[in-house]
């Protein structure tokens, strides 16, 4: 018979987190109602001005093509960002707006690495950063943390050969809320420049934090940005999930390249999108009270969690995510999958295995639901356990 798929495609490894959401969805098909602690998106609404930016942008027919790169007013506003709030010097030439940060992530990975680079990824880490790096046809290289999964200078420096081309930097961390610490990131960045490696720098959560002020790695100095692309977005921050843009700054040389393969992919991201992005400027009330509220949520969670002797829980300094050790409730060759498969059709609660994060024997629980339902899922998964 023909050969279909190619050997890129047949070598991904299905997602986890995409079986659980299915199950998940199956059963609220059926009545049955699930405590989702599964997604990775704030249950807060979009911040109003935000909404209004976008009414606005459809009222005046803003719905044409705009330029590859990004609409420049909404260039210009992350221009003025990173210069107040991270303090980074870039210009428009210097940043893409995309479709979401994943495709942007996609792109960089190929721009940057082909066959015979190696990636450096610490673990456990979002799993579509692992399947990028393969897709680019770039080998990763795996950094395996342990609790509290905080990243060092010198693990980095263990997995450094002549092959490296990039190391991606998830701070805070999806799954786990870790940090890296300002000591490590400029010891990392010295790294970095000694071996000319690329630092694919992730700051997704960077204001969802809960101790101390965000260090963006490019901000260190001035060589460093040289090797740094930063990646960002509205989706968690501003709770724009489904508006999808994210945006990533970097030298122009990079940045160019990127808008031109995203001329061939996506031409640019929505027009609409942009222009309601733009509301992000008048929007950091909701984010403070967003960010108090998960604190707050975060609190509860990890005064109840760490009253259940079979969990090994690690505070999150960041992100809505408690990633918790789950090794001492499995059965002999039980798995973490069939483990959280079994709390959801038993106590109709809904986690992601660490499979999802290369990281098996642990669960990632979203913070992302009111305390009276973090209150009832925590009283489940304790009767969950005391029943098995």
């Known amino acids: 018979m023909r050969k279909i798929l190619t050997k890129r495609i047949q070598q991904l490894t299905k997602s986890p987190l995409l079986k659980m959401d299915s199950k998940v969805k199956a059963m609220q ?5 699930v405590i989702n602690f599964g997604r990775g998106e704030p249950d807060f609404q979009t ?36 210069r107040k709030e991270n303090h980074i010097t870039y210009d428009q030439s210097e940043i893409i707006i995309g479709s979401g940060t994943r495709p942007l992530l996609y792109i960089a990975f190929q721009v940057l690495c082909e066959k015979g680079d190696e990636a450096i990824v610490p673990l456990p880490t979002w799993g ?6 393969k897709l680019s046809g770039a080998a990763p290289v795996f950094i395996r943390l342990v609790p509290p999964f905080k990243l060092t200078a010198k ?9 490296t081309k990039v190391l991606l930097l998830n701070s805070p961390s999806n799954p786990t809320g870790a940090i890296i610490e300002k000591e490590e990131l400029q010891k990392i960045a010295q790294l970095a420049i000694k071996h000319g490696i690329w630092i694919i720098a992730d700051e997704m959560y960077e204001k969802l934090l809960f101790k101390g002020k965000y260090i963006s790695i490019a901000s260190l100095n001035k060589k460093i940005q040289q090797h740094v692309i930063t990646m960002n977005g509205f989706s968690k921050t501003y709770a724009m999930t489904g508006w999808r843009i994210g945006y990533a700054a970097g030298p122009k040389e990079v940045i160019s390249s990127m808008v031109d393969l995203q ?16 509301g992000f400027t008048k929007s950091e009330k909701e984010v403070v009270q967003m960010v108090a509220e998960f604190a707050k949520r ?43 498969e079994r709390l959801l059709e038993k106590k109709h609660v809904a986690l992601i295995p660490g499979e999802a994060f290369l990281s098996p024997g642990h669960v990632r629980l979203s913070f992302a639901a009111p305390i009276e339902k973090l209150r009832l899922a925590v009283e489940r998964i304790k009767e969950f356990i005391n029943e098995s």
């Open 298 to 340: 975060r609190t509860f969670l990890a005064k109840e969690l760490v009253k259940i002797p079979q969990l090994d829980v690690t505070i999150p300094e960041g992100s809505f995510y408690f990633f918790i050790g789950i090794k001492r409730l499995l059965g002999k060759n039980q798995s973490t999958m069939d483990w959280c």
């Open 263 to 278: 001329g061939h992919l996506t031409a640019n991201a929505s027009s609409i999108s942009q222009k309601a992005a733009l």
């Open 47 to 82: 911040p109003l001005p935000i909404k209004q930016a976008g009414k606005d942008a459809i009222e005046t027919g803003f719905s044409h093509y705009t330029a590859t790169a990004g609409i420049p007013e909404l260039r210009e506003a992350l221009v003025e960002k990173f």
């Open 155 to 163: 693990e980095v420096e263990r997995k450094i050969t002549s092959k």
């Open 128 to 133: 579509t950063y692992v399947e990028q790096v």
């Open 29 to 33: 098909r059926a009545g049955i109602e």
